[in-house]
């Protein structure tokens, strides 16, 4: 299937879009040296070959013993350094690339990539010293407990101190402690949610694999790629939604379960005072019986 000389260039600056250039001197030639273009895309000569020998990159127009290039290979190489930013392999790229050239849409199928690849959750890693961290915990936070901290994926070593990779929890074990739950304690609660959490998550999930196993590995129609990532974003939040509605009944039960009889206990043995004396009123109750005498 041959391509338009600006099909590449149009759809990258859709997908990746970048600064205008200012005027009209800033903008790069239409034809390229090997070592021209290496420069433009931001890459190495080797890589540009590299990316030729596994198909990737189309061959250039050869003039003599020059190879000219055009917008569509900076296109093309400016493409490939997005996808591998985004943790694709030069394998994956050239699936894509393949399947693009034989008709699928490239935005669409990155359409959905998105929605599969794209956080579930907005919190943003914070950095903390040793001593901010010690000072959190107000003393819990041993040799021990930082190790499990750190096999847990809470913290991970920084430099000057500690990545914390999910703060509003440490947060949360923290305030914990301070109301005098122990730190071991927390922690082998969460070991223990996070291996439920995960098979929940593996099942909910499960749900959309049938619809892509559906094509048998082959790329799906572009009409149907819409709505597969439209399935995807609409799973996120209600799969949040059933988690977070599951927990909060759970957690109700266990309360009505262990806390609700221990209370009552606690107001079953509690001494009810005897009322006090009033002598007033002794002496005023003695006089009246007296009278009816």
């Given at each position: 299937m041959k391509l338009p000389q600006n099909a590449l260039s149009l759809i990258y600056n859709s997908l990746f879009p970048t600064e205008k250039a200012k005027d009209s001197e800033a903008l790069p030639p239409t034809e390229?040296?090997?070592?021209?273009?290496?420069?433009?895309?931001?890459?190495?000569?080797?890589?540009?070959?590299?990316?030729?020998?596994?198909?990737?990159?189309?061959?250039?127009?050869?003039?003599g013993r020059t190879g000219i290039?055009?917008?569509?290979?900076?296109?093309?190489?400016?493409?490939?350094g997005n996808l591998l930013q985004r943790g694709y392999s030069l394998?994956?790229?050239?699936?894509?690339?393949?399947?693009?050239?034989?008709?699928?849409?490239?935005?669409?199928l990155l359409g959905l990539e998105k929605a599969i690849t794209t956080p579930w959750t907005t919190e943003v890693p914070s950095h903390m010293?040793?001593?901010?961290?010690?000072?959190?915990?107000?003393?819990?936070?041993?040799?021990?407990?930082?190790?499990?901290?750190?096999?847990?994926?809470?913290?991970?070593?920084?430099?000057?101190?500690?990545?914390?990779?999910?703060?509003?929890?440490?947060?949360?074990?923290?305030?914990?402690?301070?109301?005098?739950?122990?730190?071991?304690?927390?922690?082998?609660?969460?070991?223990?949610l996070r291996g439920n959490v995960e098979r929940v998550a593996q099942e909910l999930v499960g749900l959309a694999v049938p619809l892509i196993d559906h094509y048998g590995g082959q790329v799906p129609p572009n009409e149907d790629l819409p709505q597969l990532a439209n399935l995807i974003w609409?799973?996120?939040?209600?799969?949040?939604?059933?988690?977070?509605?599951?927990?909060?009944?759970?957690?109700?039960?266990?309360?009505?379960?262990?806390?609700?009889?221990?209370?009552?206990?606690?107001?079953?043995?509690?001494?009810?005072?005897?009322?006090?004396?009033?002598p007033a009123s002794d002496a005023a109750t003695t006089d009246k019986n007296r009278k009816k005498d």
């Open positions: 390229y040296t090997v070592d021209e273009l290496a420069r433009a895309a931001g890459t190495t000569v080797r890589n540009v070959r590299a990316y030729q020998d596994r198909g990737l990159l189309p061959p250039p127009e050869r003039r290039y055009s917008d569509l290979h900076l296109s093309r190489l400016r493409l490939i394998s994956n790229i050239k699936e894509m690339v393949g399947a693009w050239e034989q008709g699928s849409d490239l935005s669409q010293s040793r001593e901010e961290m010690l000072d959190l915990f107000d003393g819990e936070l041993t040799e021990k407990n930082l190790k499990r901290a750190i096999d847990l994926g809470l913290v991970q070593p920084a430099r000057n101190g500690y990545r914390v990779n999910q703060p509003r929890l440490l947060n949360a074990g923290a305030e914990l402690v301070r109301l005098g739950v122990p730190l071991s304690e927390l922690f082998d609660i969460l070991q223990a609409r799973l996120r939040p209600l799969a949040l939604i059933a988690v977070e509605s599951e927990v909060q009944r759970a957690l109700e039960a266990a309360a009505n379960k262990f806390l609700t009889e221990r209370v009552a206990d606690l107001f079953r043995h509690a001494e009810v005072p005897s009322p006090q004396a009033n």
